[in-house]
């Protein structure tokens, strides 16, 4: 390897340290996330969901940085023009890959329904509360952005009825709300 080294120029030596250690460390993000430890570092940013200027797109700019630049040599292009594109094709990708990890950070939600986000929220009898926490009914309650059906009792002395207007005052369980006539 020694000769072949040292038979390069002196720039594509260079296109080539940055393509080898860029390569390196994508290989080694790769392997990190196929076993579930994608931990990145943002960059100046306190919001982590922000994507842009982490380890991961730093990484992916010098990767397609030094693999053009290389290719560019190696057609036998100008040092000037082979970091221009190189630059250029580098800049892509770590737009790409930043975008990329944005939206994939906007699919975080775990899609279950919390439902101590309803405490407080108004809504409407849908099947008969039994009174004293006797039997379950159903309430309709705006949940999350979105119209539920829940599992409701009551701590009421007295059932409530389809159509009553109710107020949620509690979580029994991850299933079941407790409400009281509004």
Do not use: C
């Amino acid at each position: 390897m020694g000769d072949w080294w040292q038979a390069l120029t002196g720039d594509l030596q260079i296109f080539y340290a940055i393509a080898f250690i860029s390569s390196f460390f994508l290989l080694v993000q790769i392997a990190l996330l196929a076993f579930g430890i994608g931990a990145d570092v943002d960059i100046g940013d306190d919001d982590p969901s922000s994507g842009f200027l982490s380890i991961r797109t730093l990484t992916a700019f010098s990767f397609a940085f030094g693999w053009t630049g290389v290719l560019m040599k190696q057609a036998d292009r100008s040092t000037a023009l082979s970091v221009g594109v190189a630059i250029a094709a580098g800049l892509a990708v770590f737009l790409a890959v930043g975008f990329l990890w944005r939206s994939f950070a906007k699919l975080g939600e775990s899609g279950s329904v919390d439902y101590q986000s309803a405490v407080g929220a108004h809504g409407t009898v849908y099947l008969t509360v039994a009174a004293n926490r006797s039997k379950p009914g159903k309430v309709e309650v705006m949940v999350q952005g979105r119209m539920r059906v829940i599992n409701a009792l009551t701590e009421s002395d007295e059932s409530l009825p389809a159509q009553t207007a109710i107020t949620v005052v509690g979580v029994v369980d991850p299933s079941t709300v407790l409400v009281a006539p509004h």
